[in-house]
């Protein structure tokens, strides 16, 4: 807790963030879509004052908020700017990672997409919003796989996934379904009666003298750890693993001792690694390639595959949890949330909410929309979204009305 005190970034405007006028959510009826039994929303509108209208209803609702703003690269992209002066940057990320924290459940999590540009400065702002406690892990995504030659120093193929638990203590996180391909390398030689299992060395790397002893084989051989190793395992547990048939020396009982894994002890899944590669969760390429089914003449400059946003909610909900994006961009989380039965919000500033998003939720709901994770899934349409605005600002409004009053009164 004590470097969370001391932690301190500074930029210009830091905290200077204008007092946010509270306004209300309004239902446009003739762009929502599907069932009305839905809590899904579509929002088009500044993520801020979304957000704080959110507040009152969802504070400590929401299990998983992933987001993907811009990464102030410099460029314009055509459906919104990515170069803004980096204290402008700090002051549109801070005071909506502060309702994004309010916004998630004492178990929920948060992860956030950012390129080298702002991951560091990023960082920092999480851990003092978050606590630098609850900081998870810097999940590296290959999002792509050529190398532009044409870049003057490095070809940057990474992005990095920032991951915070509301609270480490209470945040659980769930293991990924094994594959059959990792599933090929357990076999049963020697036809144990726990199942087919998988074999691991019994010397350790790291030598720890009290654990340098000899093992008799079952053919009479003494054998000792290969030199500057030591076995994984004391003397007394190695007794307990050879009592147990956990150990195995080969067919004929003569090789050096191997450990057995059994895949019933490990069937409940894989402890995920922090780093993602493009065969496991897409890269950029397959993004462009699944918005272009939805929109082909203006095609989305900057999306994520939907394979990367379900291996985030495969870790972080289960089925029914509500799940929050805030940079809906083209709405590649609220479509994989939906396919993957979650609860979704989903915010977006720009008109691509309409030309985009849109589109392609109502697809989704159809089961028209065959791309992305709906194979696999084996997604066949179902549910529907509410489409809502901000109302518009009383303030302003108010401001309206005395100025009329007040020009009104020239003519009395
Ligand atoms: C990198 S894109 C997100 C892409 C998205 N992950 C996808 O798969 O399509 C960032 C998005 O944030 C939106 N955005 C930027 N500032 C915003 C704000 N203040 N409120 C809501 N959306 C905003 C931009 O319009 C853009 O669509």
């Known amino acids: 807790m004590a470097d969370v005190q001391q932690l301190e970034l500074n930029w210009i405007g830091k905290g200077r963030w204008p007092q946010l006028e509270p306004r ?53 992209f055509e459906h919104y700017d990515d170069g803004v002066e980096h204290s402008q940057w700090l002051n549109l990320m801070a005071p909506r990672l502060h309702l994004l924290h309010r916004l998630l459940s004492n178990d929920g999590s948060i992860w956030i997409s950012i390129d080298d ?8 702002l999480c851990d003092m919003i978050f606590g630098r406690q609850n900081f998870v892990a810097n999940v590296v995504w290959h999002k792509k796989y050529t190398r532009s030659n044409d870049a003057k120093w ?23 379904p094994r594959t059959e391909k990792q599933d090929k390398g357990y076999s049963n030689p020697d036809n144990d009666p726990r199942g087919v299992w998988a074999s691991g060395p019994c010397h350790a790397k790291t030598p720890n003298a009290k654990d340098i ?3 008799t084989t079952p053919s009479g051989k003494t054998i ?19 009592q147990e048939n956990r150990i195995y020396f080969g067919a004929e009982g003569n090789n050096v001792p191997r450990y057995k894994r059994f895949l019933s002890d490990v069937q409940d899944g894989l402890v995920p690694l922090t780093l993602w ?34 291996r985030i909610l495969t870790l972080a909900t289960n089925e029914g949890d509500l799940v929050l994006d805030s940079f809906l961009g083209s709405g590649t989380t609220a479509a994989a949330a939906h396919k993957m039965g979650r609860k979704w919000i989903g915010i977006e500033l720009g008109e691509h909410c309409d030309t985009h998003c849109l589109p392609r939720l109502k697809q989704v709901c159809e ?18 979204f509410r489409y809502y605005r901000l109302a518009p600002s009383q303030e302003r409004k108010m401001n309206h009305e005395i100025h009329e009053t007040h020009e009104n009164s020239w003519l009395n």
């Open 277 to 310: 590669m493009k065969d496991e969760v897409g890269d950029n390429q397959e993004a462009k390639k699944e918005v272009k089914a939805f929109n082909a003449e203006d095609v989305f400059g900057t999306p994520k595959p939907e394979r990367l946003i379900e």
């Open 117 to 124: 540009d702002e991951s560091h400065y990023l960082k920092v």
């Open 154 to 176: 490095f070809s940057d193929n990474h992005d990095h996934i920032l991951v915070y638990a509301k609270n480490k203590d209470k945040w659980k996180i769930n293991k990924l």
């Open 224 to 242: 000792m750890p290969p030199p500057g190793t030591s076995w994984r395992f004391s003397k007394t547990k190695m007794e307990l693993l050879l």
């Open 24 to 76: 209300i959510l309004l239902e446009e009826r003739d762009k929502s879509y599907g069932s009305r039994h839905t809590e899904n929303m579509l929002i088009y509108g500044d993520n801020l004052l979304a957000l704080k209208a959110l507040e009152q209803d969802y504070a400590f609702r929401v299990k998983c908020i992933y987001i993907d703003p811009p990464y102030n690269t410099g460029q314009a």
């Open 213 to 215: 002893y000899p093992i």
């Open 367 to 384: 089961g028209t929309d065959q791309g992305g994770i709906s194979k696999v899934l084996n997604w066949k349409g179902g549910g529907g």
